[in-house]
């Protein structure tokens, strides 16, 4: 299935095939994500398994959370 070409949301260019088959929900080129540091902000929370109102701390794994930066136009 060939990828469709669409518009950077922030400069106009088209963005790169290449990069919307690595990347299908990107909505800015790679010139635009280098010069806003990156389409999202990431952040790793520790998940605490731990009983409530216990003090020992357990922690089982770790969540990352995503969240889509607000990109305004050039």
Do not use: H, Q
């Not at 518009?7 to 088959?21: F, Q, S, T, V």
């Amino acid at each position: 299935m060939p990828v469709k070409v669409r518009p950077c949301r922030r400069c106009g260019a088209a963005i790169p095939p290449e990069r919307l088959e690595a990347l299908p929900d990107t909505t800015i080129c790679v010139k635009c994500s280098e010069a806003v540091g990156g389409e999202f902000e990431v952040t790793v929370v520790p998940e605490d398994l731990g009983k409530g109102g216990s003090l020992k701390k357990n922690y089982g794994g770790w969540t990352v959370r995503r969240r889509r930066r607000s990109i305004l136009p050039e």
